[in-house]
């Protein structure tokens, strides 16, 4: 199976790495220091990628961030960074994907915790990783037409990180990364479409 794994060289990404590349053919593609190179707040970057990859089996997708801050001090261009990158970026791989992506193939997306359980200053994060699950749902639907899967893996505050993000996240048990890529091997590997595998 031929596998893209977008945001290949972050925490989550590196994990997905290791885990994928033992069985499978993996594409590592980041914005930098990576085989194949994207941006995505940038469509123009993305058809480049597909093009210059070609055909493929399966996409994760570990990469995107947005604005965090005190509401009171956010603007509309603050919200934009993250509608940018992680919503739309995510939304933009399966709109430019879904002509490249072999039959039975699948889309696994990331979103996360902040879905339903925000936290202070996170009120950008919360709104996109709630509108990338809406995308997931609505997707799926159009997508079964023709064979396509699709989900998203919306896991809570990793192990790895709880000690630089953890103050962000207070009462939150962080959870193992292995527990993290069950989800994702449970996306790409199995039969499931249109789901938020939650890991929290």
Known sequence: MKILIVGASGTIGSHLCRTFEKDHEVVKVSRKNSTVTADLTDST?????????????????AAGGGHMGPFSQTTEEDFYKGI????????????YGQKFINPR???TLTTGILSEDPIRNGSNLTTINAAVN????????ELSGKGIRINAV?????????ETLG????GHTPVA???VM????????????GQIIKVY
């Open 45 to 61: 970057s993305l058809e480049a990628m597909f093009a210059h990859v070609g055909s493929f089996d399966a996409l994760i997708c």
């Open 182 to 193: 069950d989800a994702y091997r449970k996306s790409v590997l199995g039969m499931a479409s």
């Open 154 to 162: 919306s896991p809570g505050l990793l192990q790895d990180s709880a």
């Open 167 to 170: 103050e962000y996240f207070p």
């Open 134 to 141: 809406g995308f997931v749902l609505a997707a799926a639907g």
């Open 177 to 179: 990364a292995g527990k």
């Open 105 to 107: 193939g699948s889309f």
């Open 84 to 95: 940018k990158s992680k919503m739309m970026g995510q939304i933009n791989l399966v709109l």
